[in-house]
């Protein structure tokens, strides 16, 4: 099927000089791989064009007419559009590409990079505590021991695995407050955050990317500003990122992003804005006040994104629904709060209210469980368990996660659709999951995630782009491709240039879609027909291959 797409656009071209993209094939007309006839959107934003791409080993070597040159393979392109390898900015996968290499449901939306190590925490460091519980619980999830307790062990232990996209980390602020202060809410004192600085230090030297926090979240929430600040300088001082889970996205949205900002100013830090939103229709408004703050920032000189994914409904774990100083300390303690009928009744005041500011019970749904006894409710909205159980929604809330030894997550729907519209175009923005690597079959196929996990690139392809048109092509690709590159400061990927890495995307314009859904998330895409990562191809006509070419990307201290 012929790509949707006008002539003139369909045979324009980039100036050779432009940005250095375009060689001959004079030096080679042997190539591993030559892609033919495909329609080039680079990565760069600039108006799409049709040459031949040739790759040897894991770089492309050639961008030109190619009709004379030889390959061992060779793709035809005709109908497809070729763009880089999309790298997800914002998600959580860590030992799921242990349990499962192959990354699937990441590889099979186009995904070739991720950046994990979100909203605070980083499946390192670990003190002897730590590492034991962690453990423990990855065994008891997965069957998987763990051997490390730094950002190297972690990295490492990805490297021999062999994995199929390349994968790179964030330091989870929650995590090392947790190591150095404990999940209580105190303060830090001078030499603690000392400590925490040392310990950032060391992960970024061994390829950490930055830092991330998740400030609605036990411990990482009970940090200062000017404790985050000290963190960050830090940061800035390696040229790292700072990815931020903002303190609050609904009532608070903007005291929490000029916060944000204010860490972005004085710390001097290049920050990224996690899932960009206002939740609840009380604080739906405020997204354009959200915007400009973010673009006056921008234009002021300060280095300032964010990140968004396409659904209007978020996922994180059903304990957010108590109040903040009722999630401090062990999982113990916590469930002990919600077993004290005192406490309780202080808790389910505040449950109530976040129940009644999201629109009602019937907007969260239980996405997974850890115990058999509990998937029932999966994919059932609170008020309809509750219902079933006879049960108040608090009771039903208090009693499963006590069963469940607060592993339970949840989904709400607490989005406007125009504003995630405006969020989506504006320019400061790029397109992150904020999913994990999961799959169909297995461990990983468990509970019912939120789509996002599965059709986040192709649904900003298919309805965003092809259907509702808030932007051209050449700009979802480039919010899926260069301009995260160029925040992480990735070397040679995110463009379809001449040496960069061979990290490359055909996908069909006129069919791509996503086809996860609330109720039936386990579901592969449409239309991205073949996935290369460093050269090797992984998605062949919409099927794995088997291929493991993803490399473990350290960030380095210049």
């Known amino acids: 099927m012929k790509a949707k797409i006008s002539r003139r656009e369909f045979n324009l071209t980039i100036a050779a000089g432009t940005l250095g993209l375009i060689t001959g094939c004079s030096i080679n007309n042997k190539f591993d791989i030559i892609i033919k006839n495909g329609l080039i959107i680079d990565g760069s934003g600039a108006p799409a064009y049709q040459k031949d791409i040739g790759l040897i080993g894991d770089k492309i070597i050639a961008i030109d007419d190619l009709k ?22 914002h998600t959580h996968t860590d030992i799921q590409l242990l349990v499962n290499s192959k990354a699937e449901s990441k590889i099979h939306q186009g995904v070739t990079t991720e950046m994990s190590g979100n909203c605070g925490y980083s499946p390192f ?85 930055g830092l991330s926090t998740g400030l609605e979240y036990a411990p990482g929430s009970y940090a200062s500003t000017e404790e985050l600040i000290e963190l960050n300088k830090v940061v800035a001082k390696n040229g790292g990122i700072y990815a ?18 204010q860490i972005c100013k004085e710390a001097g830090v290049s920050t990224q804005i996690s899932h960009l939103k206002a939740c609840n229709k009380a604080n739906w408004h405020k997204i354009d006040h959200v915007l400009e703050m973010i673009d006056t920032a921008a234009s002021s000189g300060m280095q ?24 401090q300390g062990s999982t113990e303690e916590i469930l002990s709060r919600l077993q ?20 009602g019970w019937d907007r969260v749904v239980i996405s997974s469980c850890y115990s058999e006894k509990n998937k029932i409710w999966e994919g059932k909205s609170v008020q309809a368990c509750a219902l ?72 900003v392809l298919g309805k965003y782009t092809r259907e509702d048109n808030i932007f051209d092509l050449a700009t979802a690709v480039n919010k899926m491709t260069y301009m995260p590159a160029a925040k992480l400061g990735l070397q040679r990927r995110g463009l379809i240039a001449k040496d960069y890495f061979a990290d490359i995307v055909l996908f069909n314009p006129d069919t791509v879609v996503d086809n996860a859904s609330f109720t039936d998330p386990h579901q592969f895409p ?20 088997g291929a493991q070419a993803g490399s473990v990307i350290r960030h380095r201290i210049s």
């Open 526 to 545: 449409s239309g991205i027909e073949y996935v290369i990562v460093n050269g090797k191809i992984t998605i062949e006509n919409g099927k794995h291959t």
């Open 68 to 89: 004379k040159a030889t390959a061992d393979i060779i793709i035809d392109g005709e109908g497809l559009v070729v763009s880089p390898g999309f790298i997800d900015i």
């Open 388 to 459: 079933e159980l006879n049960k108040t929604p608090f009771e039903f809330i208090r009693n499963i996660l006590i069963e469940e030894n607060n592993r339970v997550s949840m989904i709400g729907f607490a989005m406007d659709e125009n504003n995630l519209k405006k969020v989506l175009s504006s320019s400061h923005v790029m397109i992150g999951s904020d999913g994990t690597a999961v799959a169909p079959y297995g461990k990983l196929s468990e509970g019912k995630p939120h789509p996002r996990f599965y059709g986040t690139f192709p649904r």
């Open 125 to 209: 460091p670990f003190n002897d505590d730590d590492f034991q519980e962690f453990d423990k619980h990855t065994f008891e999830q997965y069957r998987i021991h763990i051997d490390w307790r730094n950002t190297d062990g972690y990295l490492r232990r990805l490297e021999d695995h062999k994995i199929s996209i390349n994968h790179a980390t964030l330091t989870g602020q929650g995590t090392l407050r947790s190591i150095v202060i404990g999940n209580n809410d105190v303060q830090a004192n001078p030499e603690q955050i000392k400590e925490m600085k040392d310990m950032m230090e060391r992960s970024m030297a061994e390829g950490s990317f």
């Open 340 to 359: 004290d009928k005192n406490m309780a009744t202080k808790i389910k005041d505040h449950a109530e209210n976040k129940g009644q500011s999201i629109g």
């Open 244 to 261: 931020t889970h903002i303190r609050s996205e609904d009532d608070f949205v903007e005291e929490a992003i000029r916060e944000a900002l």
């Open 304 to 327: 300032v994104k964010a990140d968004r994914y396409p659904y209007i409904a978020y996922s994180t774990g059903l304990i957010m629904f108590l109040p903040l100083w009722s999630r």
